[in-house]
């Protein structure tokens, strides 16, 4: 069973469109991540939600919105999407504690064009 | 405040032949320190983990890594690398004084293996 899984694993679009990524994690962990790796394969947080709560916004441009609809999923809905959003994006799970080990999904390839 | 730093973006050896990439770290708390890889097109996996126990850790595929605090370093081996090891690496630092579990990563390392 995969423990983390993001859908779409690509997606191609146009600037200006408004897309969403899925992220769903079966570990029962009460704390999921999103984060962005560029073209250089920098990976740098973006958000984190702890049982619905957002815990982490970092300096994201507000056309970018996650939404935490239970513990388990944490979607991200981009809007108006600009050349620059092109990247891979992962999404993390863990349990808080003292290691916070994060586990991490297969990643989106986001292409805009 | 966190921080990583990878001291090679890249490091080639032969199949066979150790492995060594280097990583120092800057906190200001007793970190919690990380070694993930990616493979080409895929996730990241955790190689191994230090959290105050042990000094020396042990990963996966062989892979060890020592917390030296009075380095700050937390550098990578390996004493055989294999075709597989062939990625990217990242050193990476628990935020742990925000208690948010925010991961600090470091820019990341290519490991070539040669056969």
């Known amino acids: 069973d995969t423990a983390v899984s993001q859908t779409p694993k690509y997606l191609v679009t146009q600037m200006g469109n408004d897309k969403s990524i899925k992220c769903e994690q079966n570990l029962g962990h009460d704390t999921m991540y999103w984060y962005k790796q560029d073209s250089k394969k920098f990976l740098k947080i973006m958000f984190s939600y702890n049982n619905k709560e957002l815990i982490i916004n970092e300096t994201v441009p507000n056309r970018f919105s996650p939404k935490s609809p239970d513990k388990a999923h944490l979607n991200l809905h981009i809007n108006s999407l600009e050349l620059g959003d092109s990247a891979v994006y992962f999404c993390?799970?863990?349990?808080?504690?003292?290691?916070?080990?994060?586990?991490f999904g297969p990643g989106t390839r986001l292409t805009v064009t | 405040a966190q921080s990583v730093t990878q001291l090679d973006s890249h490091v080639s050896v032969s199949e066979g032949t150790p492995v060594l990439l280097r990583c120092n770290y800057s906190s200001s708390y007793s970190p919690s320190l990380f070694w993930y890889v990616q493979h080409p097109n895929k996730g990241l996996q955790l190689l191994l983990k230090y959290t105050s126990a042990a000094t020396l850790v042990k990963g996966i595929n062989g892979f060890e890594a020592e917390f030296k605090k009075s380095e700050t370093s937390f550098h990578l081996t390996k004493p055989s690398a294999h075709m597989s090891d062939a990625a990217e690496y990242f050193c990476v630092v628990s935020d742990r004084g925000a208690n948010t579990g925010k991961l600090i990563f470091g820019q990341g390392t290519t490991l070539q293996v040669k056969p």
């Open positions: 993390a799970s863990t349990q808080r504690g003292d290691a916070y080990e994060q586990y």
